[in-house]
């Protein structure tokens, strides 16, 4: 297999795990604001869920190694210039980083349901961003700053429809139908 034939299979991969991994998010993230919108979980989708979230971490596993694969290979190309002066590696290290730590703060309930939904759902979406647009030719502070509005874009939708979808519906006047009117 020649260099360029393992580059792109390892772009593939990389493709095809962050798309689940940003798919799955995407479901559990849609379910949890249903169930935000019921107000109750029954228990099937509890299993429902666990099964997501081990889907999810599978993802996970399957996103680490294909960038386990690229580092080697482009560190195998590019030597040292591709840890030194590379702003993207380094933005997709922090957020896988923000998606490890808050995937943790989730399961063992050290973060509001609030506010890991914003990162997960978020950096989700910011890391397949990173992993499919390689070159984006700014410096790290840049990547971090938009990458942070991004977080802070995400969190104010999220907080409007949750808002919209917790908010009880204006109660009707029943005592008279306009048939006696």
């Known amino acids: 297999m020649t260099e360029i034939e393992l580059y792109y299979l390892s772009q593939l991969f990389r493709t095809y795990s962050v798309g689940l991994?940003?798919?799955v998010s995407s479901i559990a993230m849609t379910f949890y604001y249903f169930?935000?919108?019921k107000g109750h979980t029954t228990?099937?989708?509890n299993k429902m869920m666990h099964i997501v979230y081990r889907v999810l971490r599978i993802g996970m596993v399957l996103a680490i190694l294909s960038e386990i694969m690229l580092f080697i290979y482009n560190y195998h190309i590019h030597n040292f210039i591709y840890w030194t002066d590379n702003p993207e590696l380094l933005m997709r290290l922090t957020i896988f980083s923000v998606i490890l730590f808050n995937a943790l703060a989730m399961q063992y309930r050290k973060i509001t349901m609030w506010l890991g939904p914003v990162f997960a759902g978020g950096?989700?979406?910011?890391?397949f961003f990173f992993s499919i647009w390689i070159e984006t030719e700014s410096t790290y502070p840049i990547l971090f700053a938009g990458y942070l509005c991004w977080l802070s874009g995400v969190a104010a939708f999220l907080a409007a429809l949750r808002y919209t979808l917790t908010r009880k519906p204006l109660a009707t006047d029943t005592t008279h139908s306009t048939a006696e009117a």
């Open 123 to 127: 950096s989700w979406y910011a890391y």
């Open 43 to 45: 228990v099937e989708e």
């Open 35 to 37: 169930v935000v919108h």
């Open 21 to 23: 991994c940003l798919g």
